[in-house]
Structures are given as C-alpha cells and as structure tokens.
C-alpha cells in the first residue's frame, strides 16, 4: 500500500528502460523528477527490459504500472496508464 500512495503523490508519467553496463528501470515523474526503480544486470532482466522497450515503442509509448499487494494475481493496490 505504501508504494501505490508514494507513487500516487509522485504523478508518474512513463517508465524507461536504460541498457548500458548496469541497466536500469527509471521511472519519470512530474515536470523534471526521475526515480531508479531498479538495476540489473541478469540475462533474463535485460531480454524482459528489451521486450518492454520494443512493446513500448510499437504501442507508440503506451503502457501500465501495475501495483500487487502479494503474488496472488488476483488483487492490486494501483494501476496506472502511462504514455512516453
């Protein structure tokens, strides 16, 4: 619940995947915030954030950030539509 109130007050506007030597999830926020999600630098990481970044860019930047409380799948706490 924390995390869907911090993101809330934060107003995300779009995620953005950096690959380089240690990749990383950003997420943009407001006018000029930017917050690192995430880094990596697994296999599986940097092939899922590739996806996303394709997905992203033939959906014309459309996307969600999805909130779950557990790994029920069945219940979320946030859901956010993103252009970016």
Not at 25 to 42: S, V, W
Not at 56 to 72: M, N, W
């Amino acid at each position: 619940m924390r995390l869907a109130q911090w993101l809330q007050q934060r107003q995300p506007l779009h995620l953005q995947v950096i690959l380089a030597e240690l990749n990383g999830l950003i997420l943009a926020a407001g006018f000029k915030e930017r917050y690192l999600l995430a880094t990596f630098d697994d296999s599986e990481a940097t092939a899922a954030a590739q996806i996303f970044a394709e997905r992203k860019q033939s959906s014309q930047g459309l996307h969600f950030l999805l909130v779950q409380p557990d790994d029920s799948a069945v219940t979320f706490t946030g859901l956010w539509l993103l252009r970016g």
